[in-house]
């Protein structure tokens, strides 16, 4: 047996050990000793085998899987700019807190010198993106190479499922040809290659997250604010202490009588907050959607108690009290005057936002997103893109404590949300859906490309088609006085033709045109399908106007 077979075989054999069930590779020569590695193992049915072309895809979609089942997936390309296109991914994973690991092969040293073909540097490719680094010797027929390599593979998983913060790690691992097995691909190698008894990990490890800290509420007049973690359980102990408790997603994942669904627009509303301002925010992850979020998080009267399972915490005034793993029982009980307050401004809130929606013209972001959160079955994962959907889904919808909700918040991009989208439903046993924007979608569009022997979740995407950046109408940019310049360089229209683009992929599309069509689009359908609804950018800004005006008349003075 060659060194790179005997590498790759171990390799492979520690992930599995190691509790890696999903593996994303990506096509090449020089990885081509784990390619074959895993393809045996998937044949064996010891892990579940992806390939995709595009590395950023590949990336993504391994990202979604890890994100969705809370375990480490990994990602495997050849050398050169393969492993670059995984960048975009691994910023992802750090920044959300995703445990993903990243094996990139490599030429040897002595190639990498003389100017071979598809090198790079890639000694630390992602900096300090990355939980662990570390490039695997070049194999060798000697002692200790087994040992060596499952040894490194138990501490790539360890950093990356979080001794603090889970994460991305990177292994770059040189092969020397020959590349692919000997004719005699059983044969003898130097030392034995058997792992553990029992097929055991190399290197056991403690559950470093048995003993979390906490942070100790103290006030009467306190808020909860979940972000992409956690809502569950903060719904549970706001309603438990008497907490009213929001969401950057609005009512999705919110459950209990203390449940704000409309916080989202309450904060904005500076007459309501004003009267309303709690002493306390237990803010559990990291918001990035709402500047009226920040604005309360960074108000010197509020004190911050932030949940956040690693060293790394978002402080917008850098005023966070406490910072802790998990939140402990508050010393003093809540006012519930207090909650009552914001009980009833969430209903004359959301009463506000239901007329004002009913008498617009269909569609707009809004209301497609309203829709799309009504009509999903129970269960359902509904993945969301960054820019509008995000915001559309949190504004509109409702309460809907039986969905499940993912946004790549991390680092807040568009790339590789329809393969995060298809990776998180492929390991989601329930109907899927994603909510996307057009520029969103068509930034990764490769992604809907799959070959006849991957694996299709049962996936309905729609895309939200404003032809263009429609986020930007409802910031700074999009104001009268920018007019000149907006549509040429933030509005970007692009013209194209989404059913083309999918009939090239050969998935299935559907345009709706009245929210009858859009409602019957929606009912669970095996396979992967796109449903593009078409929404006229121009209005977006003047409809947030009229809605904001009308949960501050609603409201009032509270």
């Not at 609804?533 to 949960?551: F, G, I, N, T, Y």
């Amino acid at each position: 047996m060659n060194p790179s077979t005997a590498q790759a075989r171990v390799i492979v054999d520690e992930l599995v050990r190691n509790t890696v069930s999903h593996v994303v590779l990506c096509p090449g020569s020089r990885n081509a000793p784990l390619s074959i590695a895993l393809y045996d193992a998937a044949a064996a049915g010891r892990l579940k085998l992806h390939v995709r072309i595009d590395e950023r895809g590949a990336a993504f979609l391994a990202l979604g899987i890890a994100a969705r089942t809370g375990r480490p997936s990994a990602v495997v390309c050849t050398s050169g700019t393969a492993a670059a296109n995984f960048h975009p991914a691994v910023l992802e994973a750090d920044r959300a807190g995703v445990p993903l690991i990243v094996l990139t092969a490599d030429r040897p040293p002595e190639l990498r010198s003389a100017g071979a073909s598809q090198v790079i540097d890639q000694y630390q490719l992602y900096g300090n993106a990355v939980r662990y680094f570390d490039e695997l010797a070049v194999a060798e027929r000697r002692a200790g190479q087994n040992s060596y390599w499952r040894s490194q593979i138990c501490r790539a998983w360890n950093a990356a499922y979080g001794e603090w913060r889970s994460g991305p790690v990177h292994l770059n691992i040189p092969f020397r040809e020959p590349l692919v097995p000997d004719h005699d691909d059983d044969g003898e190698w130097y030392e034995s290659t058997e792992g553990r008894a029992d097929g055991e990990r190399w290197t056991e490890l403690p559950d470093f997250g048995a003993l979390p800290s906490f942070v100790v509420p103290s006030a009467r007049h306190g808020l909860v604010i979940a972000c992409d973690t956690g809502v569950q359980a903060a719904s549970e102990w706001a309603e438990q202490h008497g907490w009213p408790v929001v969401s950057e997603t609005g009512g999705l994942g919110l459950s209990g009588s203390t449940a704000i669904s409309a916080g989202a627009w309450l904060l904005g509303v500076e007459e309501f907050i004003s009267r309303h301002k709690p002493e306390q925010v237990l803010c559990l992850g990291r918001p990035t959607v709402f500047r009226q979020v920040q604005k309360v998080l960074s108000d010197p009267a509020v004190e911050v108690l932030l949940v956040r399972p690693d060293s790394d915490w978002p402080a917008p005034a850098h005023n966070v009290r406490q910072v802790g793993q998990w939140f402990a029982e508050p010393t003093k009980p809540a006012d519930p005057e207090w909650l009552a307050g914001w009980q009833r401004a969430d209903a004359a809130a959301a009463a506000a936002v239901s007329r004002a929606l009913a008498e617009e013209p269909w569609p707009s972001g809004l209301s497609v997103a309203s829709e799309l959160v009504d009509a999903l079955p129970q269960g359902a994962l509904l993945v969301v893109g960054s820019s509008n959907p995000t915001r559309d889904v949190a504004l509109a919808g409702t309460l809907r404590p039986d969905v499940l909700v993912h946004r790549n918040r991390g680092v807040a991009g568009i790339d590789g949300t329809v393969s995060t989208a298809i990776g998180a439903a492929t390991v989601h046993r329930a109907p899927s859906y994603a909510l996307l924007g057009d520029l969103t979608f068509l930034h990764d569009a490769s992604g809907l490309l799959t070959g006849p022997a991957e694996q299709l979740p049962d996936l309905t995407i729609v895309v939200l088609n404003d032809d263009g950046g429609g986020i930007f109408s409802l910031l700074e940019q999009g104001a009268p006085e920018h007019a000149d310049s907006f549509e040429r360089v933030f509005g970007t229209p692009h013209g194209a033709d989404l059913g083309a683009l999918c009939a090239g992929y050969r998935v299935p599309h559907v345009v709706a045109t009245s929210v009858s069509e859009f409602r019957a689009a929606l009912k669970p359908a095996p396979g992967l399908r796109v449903v593009e609804v078409r929404v006229d950018r121009s209005r977006h800004r003047d409809l947030h106007a009229r809605l904001r005006k009308a949960v501050a008349s609603a409201v009032g003075n509270g």
